[in-house]
């Protein structure tokens, strides 16, 4: 069966989600909303997805066994983290259309691939090479630079830094191992990524570009529509088309850039699913990237992606909690402000637990609330 001949599943059918973190949570939200149903597979049947679905599966994400058991009850299969083993997708693809598929998650998931996946088809990205001959690649990348796992890293773990000077190896040392990938640190002026969703069709639909501010590798605050002129727009947008193009994918995506002084954008990173950077289209955009996800991996019409309002999302992330549970009061105080949490009961520092929405056309104003929230929560946490 082609992709574009596949028939839609409309409301009342069954979506089954492989990991139970927040961004299956939010699709599931929407997507029952809808009428859809959701049954979700992750090691906790207490886990953030779980929470707000009609059935779970419990087991890990790379038992075949309880995957297997998930394709059987469910009309299409998706994904909350790229993390789930390729092998384990192309055994459900028989048993149920997997969206996005065992081959997009192949290029996605291992850090090399994806490198050279996007060196394949042409686009800027930092200089990297593969960190196994480690002398031979700082040759390349020159130094500072940073070396990043191959696999299963994420918000900077599995990262660490080369700096001028110091015994490179010894910090390589540190990865345990794990096969990695060096890269240039690149000087940029700002982080942008962009949100799209692609239907079963080819069809796509993009997302206002947004503006992010990372703080130890976490994303903090992400602000849209990022101010920028309309070429440089058309320019992260086509990127970001080109690569959902390439990879035949299948529903929301996120590609995250760096834009260097010169105005030129490389890319950083692929996310083939929802992404943290998009929260915000969840209240300021006609249809959220979670509806979109679901309407995309069901092949049904695209929603759309218009921003109804500016807005900014600033991440609720587990230091937070330190000192108890935040009080929400200054927060659900504010007519402007979307307050989500994820049901994650054991804050931890640098996990993400919720974030908040400020919507508000003024930016410049919405990110100044942003930073007096959480200054404020984290003074009384
Ligand atoms: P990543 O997990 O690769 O998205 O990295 C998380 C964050 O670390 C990025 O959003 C950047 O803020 C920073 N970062 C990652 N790679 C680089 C790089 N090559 N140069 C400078 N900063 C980087």
Redesign the pocket.
Known sequence: MTAGRAAPLGPGATIGVLGGGQLGRMMAVVARQMGYRIIVLDPSARCPTAQVSDGVVVGALDDVQAARHLASQVDVITLDTEHVPADVLAELEPIAPVRPNASVLRTIQDRLVQKQFLDRIGLPQ?SWAPADDLDAALAKVGRPA?L?VRRA????KG?QRIDLDGDPHAVLAKLRGEPAVA????R?TR?ISVILARGLDGQIAIYPVAENV?RH?ILHTTRAPAPMPDAQRKRAEAIAVSVAEALGHVGAMAV?MFELPDGRLLV??IAPRTHNSGHYTYGACATSQFEQHVRAICGVPLGDPRALTGAVMVNLIGDLWAKGPPQWHDVLARPEARLHLYGKDAPAPGRKMGHVVLLDDDTDRALATAQSLIATLAARS
Not at 153 to 156: A, C, E, K, L
Not at 183 to 186: A, L, N, Q, Y
């Open positions: 930092a940073i990043k890293g994420y918000d900077g990262q890269e240039e640190v690149v940029f982080e990372h590798h995250e950083n990173e």
